[in-house]
């Protein structure tokens, strides 16, 4: 009876916090997915057909990229890559790349940039970035890139 009742314990003032940081993202989320027709995440097939196999050993550039060594291939790397950034990577990057600000914006990558931007996608981070490596090949990761670029001002 005499037992002294917090309403809201000291201990829990962090957590919560956290945990409204974590359902704000959620719900962000879930807007875009929305959007998108899609509220998940689960990783989408990308049909690569008539692009080259790239294999695994990682490439250091944008294969399609004009000037480079595929470069014949661009336009239908930009079409195929529209297709796998809007199944995998838009609910969370944005619509067209463009961030909401939640996630980092893709279209300020530079060149330079490519080897990260691989290694991001094959690997992950531990702050909610997934694993493309069971999903995505290098074919489709670079088609990717292509069309990040094509909508890159
Ligand atoms: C579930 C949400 C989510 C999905 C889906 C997602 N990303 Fe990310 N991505 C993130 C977050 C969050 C970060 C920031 C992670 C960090 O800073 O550790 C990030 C970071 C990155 C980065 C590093 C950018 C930088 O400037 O640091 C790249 C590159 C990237 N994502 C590419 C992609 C691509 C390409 C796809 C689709 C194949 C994709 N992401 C799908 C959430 C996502």
Same mark, same amino acid.
């Given at each position: 009876?005499?037992?002294?009742?917090?309403?809201?314990?000291?201990?829990?003032?962090?957590?919560?916090?956290?945990?409204?940081?974590?359902?704000?993202?959620?719900?962000?989320?879930?807007?875009?997915?929305?959007?998108?027709?899609?509220?998940?995440?689960?990783?989408?097939?990308?049909?690569?057909?008539?692009?080259?196999?790239?294999?695994?050993?990682?490439?250091?550039?944008?294969?399609?990229?004009?000037?480079?060594?595929?470069?014949?291939?661009?336009?239908?790397?930009?079409?195929?890559?529209?297709?796998?950034?809007?199944?995998?990577?838009?609910?969370?990057?944005?619509?067209?790349?463009?961030?909401?600000?939640?996630?980092?914006? %893709?279209? $300020?990558?530079?060149? *330079?940039?490519?080897?990260? @931007?691989? #290694?991001? =996608?094959?690997?992950?981070?531990?702050?909610?970035?997934?694993?493309?490596?069971?999903? %995505?090949? $290098?074919?489709?990761? *670079?088609?990717?890139?292509? @069309?990040? #670029?094509? =909508?890159?001002?």
């Amino acid at each position: 009876m005499n037992r002294i009742f917090f309403p809201v314990s000291p201990l829990a003032a962090p957590t919560s916090r956290r945990l409204f940081g974590i359902a704000f993202l959620a719900l962000s989320l879930g807007a875009a997915g929305a959007a998108l027709g899609h509220g998940d995440v689960t990783p989408q097939e990308v049909d690569t057909k008539g692009l080259p196999d790239l294999g695994e050993a990682p490439l250091m550039e944008n294969p399609f990229r004009p000037g480079n060594e595929h470069a014949e291939y661009h336009d239908l790397a930009v079409e195929v890559g529209e297709r796998g950034y809007g199944g995998n990577c838009a609910v969370c990057h944005g619509i067209q790349a463009m961030s909401g600000g939640l996630t980092p914006d %893709l279209r $300020q990558l530079e060149e *330079w940039d490519d080897e990260f @931007y691989l #290694e991001r =996608v094959v690997k992950g981070t531990e702050r909610g970035m997934p694993s493309f490596r069971e999903n %995505l090949d $290098q074919t489709a990761i *670079w088609a990717i890139k292509s @069309y990040i #670029e094509s =909508v890159t001002p």
